[in-house]
């Protein structure tokens, strides 16, 4: 069966420092990759999603970015986070390439900038 | 292209039903259910496809109207395990993307 983990679940970290959330996927080949993010409160909003290695699409132009050097494996990253970074980070996957295709979520990433 | 969904929160008491609304503005392929407990991730609970099919899942079943571009949840005999923020997720034909609402949280109380 296939499992999504991501890590690490919780950090918090200093405005203006790097962050590095990664994801990965078993049991499963050529998945598409999804990077949401759900401020306190809020909804799940789309980052990043990815049908292959190394092809990135970004739907919120900010100060993240995602990376794909591998098949299962998706990474959040930052070079200096800003306090509207917090909030909880979800990576999701899913195997079919095409409209319909149920996403699976992993645990969440905790962030919080201070 | 974010769906709207209606009521943003709804409080019942055990037993009781209601009805989660969802719609968009564009055309749609797929609605995804999700819900999600405080401070958990979202866990999927049915995807209907275009074609108006309607979906159960125990006492949960759902409805997807494409012409309207309108999707329905329907939660009956509701018991304390369906507390939670419901969030429909929505795709149009020939994208990976799944978009979501803001949610709707429901609480059930005994």
């Known amino acids: 069966s296939q499992t999504i983990h991501q890590w690490p679940a919780t950090l918090v970290q200093p405005v203006g420092s790097p962050l590095s959330l990664e994801c990965t996927v078993e049991?499963?080949?050529?998945?598409?990759l999804y990077w949401y993010r759900q401020a306190a409160g809020r909804g799940l909003q789309l980052l990043f999603y990815s049908v292959g290695i190394g092809q990135i699409s970004s739907e919120v132009p900010q100060n993240l970015s995602a990376s794909r050097p591998q098949d299962r494996q998706f990474i959040l990253s930052s070079k200096k986070l800003l306090l509207s970074d917090s909030g909880f980070y979800l990576c999701a996957w899913s195997v079919m390439p095409h409209s319909g295709n149920t996403i699976y979520f992993g645990e969440g990433s905790w962030l919080t900038v201070v | 292209q974010q769906p709207v969904q209606s009521p943003q929160a709804v409080i019942l008491r055990e037993g009781e039903d209601a009805v989660i609304n969802c719609s968009s503005s564009?055309?749609?392929?797929?609605v995804h259910w999700y819900r999600q407990k405080h401070g958990e991730a979202p866990v999927f609970l049915m995807i209907?496809?275009?074609?108006?099919e309607q979906k159960g899942h125990e006492k949960i079943s759902a409805s997807f109207n494409e012409k309207k571009q309108q999707s329905s949840l329907y939660l009956t005999a509701s018991q304390l395990s369906y507390s939670g923020t419901y969030f429909c997720?929505?795709?149009?034909?020939?994208?990976?993307?799944?978009?979501f609402g803001k949610g709707t949280k429901l609480t059930v109380n005994p």
């Open positions: 209907l496809l275009k074609g108006g």
């Open positions: 049991g499963t080949s050529n998945p598409n």
């Open positions: 564009k055309a749609l392929y797929s």
């Open positions: 997720g929505t795709s149009q034909g020939g994208s990976e993307k799944l978009v």
